[in-house]
């Protein structure tokens, strides 16, 4: 869906944000999907020792607004998530997840998308659902 060359501009966005903090780096995907993904260490781990349902939303939410970003007019427009689901399937202690997400809805105002964490062996771990809005920047 994206360039390597869009997808270093997309994770330069991430610079000094919760992003970085997280180590979550979006990656190059099969045609019309995007990905990125996230180590599950010292920063990801709940308590008891598990990937925290919150960075799983954290990567979720990242993935699908860095994407959003990459579809609009960075100079008019500005995008933020108002919605997200993450239904947690599976734990994870170690390695990295990997999200895989697709856009089902690309429209004026929203866009919205389906996304699918996978840990290290491929197993599923998560399922999102992301919706953003599309706002009109402030002069």
């Known amino acids: 869906m994206f360039t390597v060359e869009e997808i270093a501009l997309a994770n330069a966005m991430g610079k000094n ?13 099969a045609p019309g999907t995007v990905k990125a993904t ?9 308590p008891m020792g598990l990937l925290h349902g919150g960075a799983t939303a954290a990567l979720a939410e990242t993935l699908g607004s860095m994407c959003s970003a990459m579809l609009v007019d960075r100079e ?3 995008v933020v998530g ?7 399937l599976k734990s ?4 990295h997840v990997t999200a895989t997400g697709i856009l089902l809805h690309k429209g004026r105002t929203t866009h919205v998308w389906d996304i699918r964490v996978h840990n290290d062996a491929g197993e599923l771990t998560a399922v999102c659902r992301l919706t953003n809005v599309v706002i009109t920047k402030k002069p």
Not at 17 to 29: A, V, Y
Not at 82 to 88: D, G, K, R, S, T
Request: charged share 15%; no cysteine.
């Open 82 to 88: 108002i919605e997200l689901n993450a239904n947690h």
């Open 17 to 29: 944000t919760m992003t970085e903090g997280l180590g979550i780096q979006l990656i190059p995907s």
């Open 76 to 78: 008019k427009f500005a």
């Open 38 to 46: 996230m180590p599950v260490d010292h920063r990801t781990l709940q």
């Open 92 to 95: 994870v202690r170690s390695g």
